[in-house]
């Protein structure tokens, strides 16, 4: 598997709580995401990065905020986490653009919202 | 926005029956992608179809990309309970660099 570290793997929190998910990779590609899973949806991009300080919106990205000051680490926050962000988080990495790369994911963040 | 659809959500088989989940785009893709997530894990890639009416084998999976590039499909022949899991494709959606838009996947369960 490739290497990538997400952090917290569980997390129980209330509403309105700042809430921070960590990725790291130690493959040194250039791309990184952010999806969350929840049943009946699928995967659904969040944000991603292209580059260091390079980041984009995604499908979801609504109550959500991303960071990437260094190659391998991509984070994400929830400034003010709601029910509705309850969710499994997936960090994945591709080394190119991902939809002409494999995207390789983490092990995903269970988060609860209270 | 594109839509990429997938068709069955779920599908319980007999060990030993085949297996065969389908995806519809909106629009033509440039490619597609397929990938697996066993139950509690997380998604791992298979295979990337970049040709029209590309077929590729891996073992007993079988993946074809439709030759108007708008559909896809996985067939697995002779189930086994290692094939349990979800099935995704992936295709390019919108956005400055073309980022995957999944299906809501295909839950395979498979009885001994």
Redesign the interface.
Known sequence: DAGITQSPRHKVTETGTPVTLRCHQTENHR?M?W?RQDP??????IH?S?GVKDT?K??VSDGYSVSRSKTEDFLLTLESATSSQTSVY?C?ISDG????Q???????TRLSIL | GQQVMQIPQYQHVQEGEDFTTYCNSSTTLSNIQWYKQRPGGHPVFLIQLVKSGEVKKQKRLTFQFGEAKKNSSLHITATQTTDVGTYFCAGVGGGSQGNLIFGKGTKLSVKP
Request: charged share 15%; aromatic share 30%.
């Open positions: 791309y995401y999806y009946g949806h699928g995967l659904r991009l991603y292209y984009d995604g499908e997936f994945a653009a991902g939809y002409n494999p995207q390789h994911f983490g092990d995903g």
